[in-house]
């Protein structure tokens, strides 16, 4: 009996709320560089800071994110969800879709930087009165 609530916690301690285990999901937090071959794109950020709090930022854009099953990020501009593939590879995020015309890689260069005290977290668009206006 005892092995077994051993076993049952251990077990439960991998699954997240939505029933993927955690390892199932990247973990994409961190600050955020283009690769060398997508430096001349005009359509991608330079530089992406990926925070714990659920917030991202690039340039004067600040977002909400959510890593879903795919794996996926779900990304909040604008007051709805835009949805891109990811692959992560070691240090390399690789983005597609969404509204991409081609795929994007980023290397991750460091720790995420904490947000400014006056931006807040965007609004989440599935909270009735904090998405679109």
């Known amino acids: ?3 077994t609530l051993v076993l049952l916690i251990a077990f439960a301690s991998l699954v997240a709320p939505s029933g993927t285990t955690a390892q199932q999901l990247p973990n994409i937090e ?5 690769s060398l ?3 001349n794109r005009k359509d991608v950020p ?3 800071v990926v925070r714990a709090d659920s917030s991202a930022s690039w340039g004067e854009e600040h977002v909400r994110w ?6 996926k990020i779900m990304l909040a501009i604008g007051g709805e969800w835009e949805t891109y593939d990811i692959r992560l590879r070691g240090t390399r995020l690789t983005l597609s879709g969404g509204d991409l015309p081609d795929p994007v890689t980023l290397r991750r260069t460091g720790p995420a930087s904490p947000r400014p005290a006056n ?3 965007p609004p989440d668009p599935d909270v009735p009165g904090r998405g679109r206006p």
Do not use: A, C, F, L
């Not at 961190?30 to 283009?34: D, F, R, S």
């Open 1 to 3: 009996m005892r092995g």
């Open 46 to 48: 330079r530089s992406v």
């Open 66 to 71: 959510r890593v879903i099953r795919g794996p």
């Open 37 to 39: 071959k997508d430096q």
């Open 30 to 34: 961190g600050t955020w560089e283009v």
């Open 119 to 121: 931006v807040p977290v």
